[in-house]
């Protein structure tokens, strides 16, 4: 799997949209942007994934450049609760086994 | 729906105790883990399983035990617990057949372990 980097943490005034950045320049073509969270103590929480095309559910939108080597997770009102670690993993799609979590992103949400 | 639970939340032993950690799920899901998560630290796989019947070792897996005799319930277990295994124990489950949006794994709350 493709390694990812991400800044160890940010700052997010509630309301406002929290962009997430994740650099994957080694990310090979059948690889998946797959994004999860742990808010603090509980377990991780899938939030969103994609391949190419930029996704959006009812937790998040997903952006990926056209060159795949980066990608930005999008909170569009980012509330208190949306404090956690965020996690970026690139993995080949539909594959199973071992989630290799790094070290994520720290979000802080302030009022 | 409950997704997955796990048994107990909490448990401190002493040196060379053993225990065993329930994880069960109500998702028909084939594939089920458990982690470890240590202070500042990532997830470590220790074991998993494809289906009932069936485990295979993780990243992490020396001193622990697992079977997977009933498709929804996954036990890990501590045979003679030590200090270095107090940490954070998380399952995992996910569907595990096919298609990219098959692979996402879902956690429980997790089972906090103190070996003393």
């Known amino acids: 799997d493709a390694k990812t980097t991400q800044p160890p943490s940010m700052d997010c005034a509630e309301g406002r949209a929290a962009n997430l950045p994740c650099n994957h320049s080694?990310?090979?073509?059948?690889?998946?942007v797959y994004w999860y969270r742990q808010i603090h103590s509980q377990g991780p929480q899938y939030i969103i994934h994609?391949?190419?095309n930029n996704e959006t559910n009812e937790m998040a939108s997903l952006i990926i450049t056209e060159d795949r080597k980066s990608s930005t997770l999008i909170l569009p009102h980012a509330t208190l609760r949306d404090t956690a670690v965020y996690y970026c993993?690139?993995?080949?799609?539909?594959?199973?086994?071992?989630?290799?979590f790094g070290k994520g992103t720290k979000l802080s949400v302030k009022p | 729906n409950a997704g997955v639970t796990q048994t107990p939340k909490f448990r401190v032993l002493k040196t060379g105790q053993s225990m065993t950690l329930l994880c069960a799920q109500d998702?028909?899901?084939?594939?089920m883990y458990w982690y470890r998560q240590d202070p500042g630290m990532g997830l470590r796989l220790i074991h998993y399983?494809?289906?009932?019947?069936?485990?295979a070792k993780g990243e992490v897996p020396d001193g622990y035990n697992v079977s997977r005799l009933k498709k929804q319930n996954f036990l890990l277990g501590l045979e003679s617990a030590a200090p270095s295994q107090t940490s954070v124990y998380f399952c995992?489950?996910?569907?595990?057949?096919?298609?990219?949006?098959?692979?996402?794994?879902?956690f429980g709350p997790g089972t906090r372990l103190t070996v003393l």
């Open positions: 995992a489950s996910s569907y595990g057949i096919g298609v990219s949006a098959s692979d996402t794994q879902y």
């Open positions: 080694t990310i090979s073509g059948n690889e998946y």
């Open positions: 994609g391949l190419k």
């Open positions: 993993i690139v993995r080949v799609g539909g594959s199973q086994g071992n989630l290799i």
């Open positions: 998702m028909n899901h084939e594939y």
């Open positions: 399983s494809v289906g009932e019947g069936t485990t």
